[in-house]
Each structure stands twice: as C-alpha cells, then as structure tokens.
C-alpha cells in the first residue's frame, strides 16, 4: 500500500486548480508591493482579476537571464543594497538566514519556512521516512543544494550527514561507519562512491535507497544501481524555484509539486502550448520571501496525460527534455525564437514552424518550415517576405502538412556541419 507525504497529493484535480488559482491574485498583490522588480514588471497589473491560466498567461515572462541582468545592474548601482535585483520580498537579517549564490553569478535568499525549498515531498516520494539517517552529498558552500536536501530532511524527521562533495574515501568510510539508510545527490557521484567502496572491499549494505538531482538519470543508471540494491529515483528543482516535480515509485514522468503553477509555453515567448506538446517550463511559485511570478526555466518538457498509477492526482510532466534557448547566429545575426513566433503569428493559416539552418559555417541556409494546409494562395512568397522583414536575412519556406513537424520544443533547429 503506499501511502503519502500530505493529503493535497491525492485530492481531486478541480480541487487543486481552485486552490492554486484562489492563492495566485494575493500572491501576485503581493509580489507587486513587496518586491521592487515585479512592481515595475506587473506595472498597471490588475492583480485581483488574475483568477485563471488564460489571465495568467497575459503577464509577461521573465527568464533568468533577465533576472541576472537586473541583479548585476541593481548590484554595480550600488542601489539600497539589493543584490538580489528587487526579486526578493526579504532582506539580510532574521528573515533571511542564509543567501546562495549560483553561476551567473545569481544570489539566492533562503527564507525561515520549515522546508524553505519545500524538498521533504520529493524526499519522502523517494521512500525516507522519520528517524532514519540520509547522507547527503550535495554542495553545502555557495550554492543552495545541500541546504535544500537537509531542511526537506529535516521537515520529514530525518537525520542528515553533511557529507558534501569530494573525499571518495572519507564518504566510504563514513557511509561505513554511520550505517545511512539512503544517499542524497547526483547520481554520477553515488556511483563513484559506490565503485570506491568495492575497490576498498567495504560492503554498504545499509544503502537501499536514494534521491538524486542536479544530473540526468538514464536508465541504464537507474538499473546499474539496482542490481546493486539502491532504488534511486530524480526530482527536478532551481535555486531560483525550490522543487518543481519528482518522481514516484511508478517512474512515469515527474508528479508536479503542490505549491508551484507551471505552464508550458513555447519557446521565446509566453504562450501556452497545447497538453501534450513540449515547450519551455514556466512557474509560479506561491513563496512569499521570493515572489517570482512566470519565471522561464529555460528547461524544455511535456505534460503526461492521466495520472500517476501511485493515486498522486497532481500533473505529470516527462521531466528535462533539453534547453529552451535556442538563439542561433546566422550569417553574422542573431535569429531568437521570438522571431520566428513573430512570424507565424502574421499568418492565421500557420499552426506551428520550425527553423532549419543548415550547411556550413558561413555559408549557411534558413528553411522556415511551417504546418499550413495545402494551397493557400502565395502562402510561401508572403512567409518569405516576413522572414526578411523580421530576421533581415533571406530563407526559404517549406509547406508541411498539420502535425508533422516533430513534438520535441525546438524552434530553431541547428543542423550545420561544424567540422
């Protein structure tokens, strides 16, 4: 029988939908008055009328490369000090315990919430329950991982080994000593522990179980660590987000988390693709201390339709299918699919499109290749006429029939010879 780390992962889908979208006007209010970067992104934004995904998806998207660019402007501005770009609701002090800093550099404000990054339902998914001992390998310096994994932990009833990166040997020994029921941290490291302890003739008998993140997990992995006893299983999170989905013992997708509304939308713009077609992940996040309100992952993925055979009734998602910026320099311009969505939507009879580029460097072609139905009148002239207005580069059009182009979120597809 399995059982479940709350009772919102097993309550009805119109359930959850109310209550989400009950929570997001205040939340954005919110965001609106307590963080400076979103007052002036929201601007004029009627917060009280945002009650459902159509009215969601009017906002603008902010990508984290925005939000970089304004934490870096903000920081070089010297202005009151925020570093965090006014993204953050808190400040330095009591409420703010801890702040991370990830590449970019991105700083990242960790709140006083019992399970801040709200990683304990991904952990308990993973099978560790209260009064058992976790060794976690994630980071503790700079980055927020290993504090991410250790509040989860914590909020289960866990206690946690800071094993952190690095020292093979020592991890062995202390994995030896300590007897932990599970690891914590990405799996190509869990491997090389593993293979170490062999090497030393250490049995880990007691390790049966893990959670991994931060890395692909193939299942040629997941199966060379359960002939060795460990049942490992993924969850997908940010520092900017905290847990976005997990994985269950059912391994059929990603089951989203509680708190967290995610759109797919296509990639370079903010507008939602039907279930079932990849794009670019966008969230929402109901955090009050860091109040990012359609944050761009700049991860591509897919909804799964029904739900998870475990009776977790929240959306699956398939989890990381690639990267959502797919900027490409061609003939010494950058082309951004924003463009290419410029394009498509001056035509009512394009469904979907697809940029080709291909030949050599320097010497390179662009094929815009669209979903139309047959014998639109000049239907490829007009298209190519739009390309030149919007990219100032020529290209040819290719007419495909609806639903043919391939379902995997690129925009731009790079098919150049680099030899």
């Known amino acids: 029988m399995i059982d479940f780390f709350d009772l919102l992962e097993t309550r009805s889908s119109a359930e ?7 929570a997001l006007p205040a939340q954005i ?17 009627d917060a009280a009328s945002i009650t459902s995904r159509a009215a969601l998806a009017q906002l603008p998207v902010t990508r984290k490369g925005e939000l970089q660019a304004l934490q870096q402007a903000s920081r070089e501005q010297k202005v009151g000090g925020n570093v965090f770009g006014g993204f953050s609701a808190v400040g330095f002090g009591a409420t703010m315990p801890r702040v991370f800093a990830s590449p970019g550099p991105i700083y990242e404000p960790e709140g006083t919430a019992r399970d801040y990054w709200r990683m304990a339902r991904a952990i308990y998914a993973a099978g560790f329950r209260a009064g058992e001992l976790i060794h976690n390998s994630f980071s503790y310096h700079f980055v927020p991982a290993g504090s991410m994994m250790e509040t989860g932990a914590h909020a289960i009833g866990c206690t946690v080994f800071p094993g952190g990166t690095g020292q093979t040997e020592q991890q062995v020994l202390a994995m030896r000593d300590l007897q932990p ?32 993140g931060g890395e692909a997990f193939p299942p040629s992995l997941r199966d060379w660590f359960l002939e060795r006893g460990v049942a490992g299983y993924q969850c997908y999170a940010t520092a900017d987000l905290g847990l976005i989905a997990y994985e269950t013992s059912a391994r059929e997708g990603l089951v989203l988390d509680e708190h967290v509304i995610v759109e797919i939308v296509r990639p370079g713009t903010g507008d939602p693709v039907a279930e079932g077609e990849v794009g670019e992940l966008v969230v929402t996040t109901l955090n009050p201390d860091y109040p990012l309100i359609r944050f761009g992952t700049g991860d591509l993925s897919a909804v799964l339709p029904g739900h998870c055979p475990t009776g977790r009734t929240n959306v699956r998602i398939k989890g990381w299918m690639g990267r959502a910026d797919q900027t490409t320099k061609i003939r010494g311009m950058f082309v951004h699919p924003k463009q290419v969505d410029e394009i498509v939507k001056r035509f009512a009879e394009v469904a979907r499109a697809r940029l080709v580029v291909s030949g050599e460097m320097a010497n390179d072609t662009m094929l815009l290749r669209v979903e139309a139905s047959e014998g639109v009148d000049n239907l490829g002239a007009r298209i190519e006429e739009a390309i030149r207005d919007v990219t100032k580069l020529r290209g040819q059009v290719e007419i495909c029939s609806p639903g043919t182009l391939p379902n995997d979120g690129k925009v731009i597809e790079d098919a150049r010879s680099y030899k």
Do not use: C, N, W
């Open 16 to 22: 959850r939908e109310a209550a989400l979208l009950a």
């Open 29 to 45: 209010a919110h965001a609106q008055s307590r963080s400076a970067a979103f007052g002036q992104i929201l601007q004029g934004v």
């Open 181 to 212: 029921a599970g690891y914590i941290g990405t799996p190509s490291f869990l491997k090389i522990i593993v293979e170490k302890a062999s090497d030393m003739g250490v049995p880990l008998t007691s390790l049966t179980k893990a959670m991994f």
